[in-house]
């Protein structure tokens, strides 16, 4: 009996912790720079799989790429490059490509650096949508991060295109009401603007109710 009571009381104990607010499963979510960081590490696996580096030869990247938020593209590009053992530079914000590589116009194209050139086309954070919750209010909002990017691997010296590669990446996921201040934290000016509305349907709602409240008394008025 004693055993039969303690499964009991542990099976209710289990129910009532998985209705409790802030039960275990529920996370915070990832704050917007790293939604987009994580979309980041996507592109520049998409820009450089499959592509081949001549060996010896180091890579100039602009740092950080035009278009690119946070530098995060070039960031994950460098640590991948750098993983395969592929010699980087990074060229400051405004630098020529051709400065960063006089010494190779000596020589020609032999062992000079190549200039990878990186274009962010679009790339950003959004709340597409407001999901509610019953019977009426808000339970949080679908959030959208996307980056375009391009690039292409070249030797300013001779005009010489190796490669070029695109890619455009994309993920989703929800964020809390009670999170949307958090996922904006230290995401810099990285700080969409939730969707509004949600109430619009309340008005009608209230209308049809009086309708039908006035019909149901005409008619037992009548009888």
């Known amino acids: ?14 129910v009532l912790v998985s209705w409790a607010p802030g039960a275990m ?20 696996r998409d820009l450089l799989q499959g592509v081949t580096i001549p060996p010896g030869r180091p890579v100039v990247l602009s740092a950080p790429a035009p278009g690119d938020t946070l530098g995060l593209l070039t960031q994950r590009l460098v640590e991948r490059l750098r993983g395969d053992g592929v010699p980087v530079r990074l060229m400051p914000p405004g630098g020529d ?20 050139n990186v274009q962010v086309d679009g790339a950003g954070v ?4 407001r999901i509610s919750s019953f019977p009426f209010g808000t339970k949080g909002y679908e959030r959208l991060a996307a980056m375009r990017a391009s690039a292409t691997l070249l030797d300013p010296v001779t ?9 455009s990446r994309s993920a989703t996921d929800i964020v809390r009401k009670r999170d949307v201040l958090y996922a ?21 709602m209230i209308v049809v109710g009086v309708v039908a409240g006035l019909v149901v008394l005409f008619y037992s008025n009548r009888n």
């Open 25 to 44: 499963g529920a996370r915070v979510p990832p704050t917007h720079s790293m939604a987009l960081d994580s979309v980041a590490v996507q592109a520049a």
């Open 97 to 116: 490509a051709y400065d960063s590589t006089a010494s190779s116009r000596a020589t020609g194209s032999g062992g000079g650096p190549l200039y990878m």
């Open 126 to 129: 959004t709340y597409v949508r």
């Open 184 to 204: 904006a934290s230290g995401s810099g000016h990285i700080n969409p603007p939730v969707p509004k509305g949600g109430t619009r349907w309340l008005e009608p």
């Open 1 to 14: 009996m004693r055993e039969k009571l303690g499964v009991w009381c542990g099976s209710v104990a289990l």
């Open 159 to 167: 005009g010489e295109v190796f490669w070029t590669k695109a890619s």
